[in-house]
């Protein structure tokens, strides 16, 4: 299971990072940032119609941890801080999302997640044991 990074700059210091295979399709980031997300367009992802501040906040609300940011002309101050231990939210008729570092384990295979991971809890997913976002087309109500 091999992960897809694409980054989006805006000038050289700061970039927004999207990890596809872990968006879960909440659009959260398009209702927030409507003039930054632009599925229909491409890239569908414009950095440079918001200001770094505004993007941190809104990339800080993605659910999945799809989203999150290069920012190399922040100070070590600004650093998101690690997670002292792993939380977990059920989202009712969606996935159940941890939040902090996870050794896991899929097939003996190895993986080290950090930051927020959205897991598939309806069954639907085709990139288990992530939430693809099949839950919405399956109307998973649990
Ligand atoms: S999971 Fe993150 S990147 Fe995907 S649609 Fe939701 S807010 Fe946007
Ligand atoms: S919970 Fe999202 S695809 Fe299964």
Redesign the pocket.
Known sequence: MSEIVKEYAKGEDFAVI?KPRK????????KTLPEV?KPKDKPWIRPENAAVEALKKQIDQ???G??TYRDSGASAGDEPQAAAQIKAKVIPGGPVLFEGDIALEVNGENRKLEGSNAFCRCGASTNKPFCDGSHRKIDFDS
Request: proline share 7%.
């Open positions: 999207w968006c879960i399709h909440s659009e959260i980031c398009v997300y993605c659910p999945s799809a989203l």
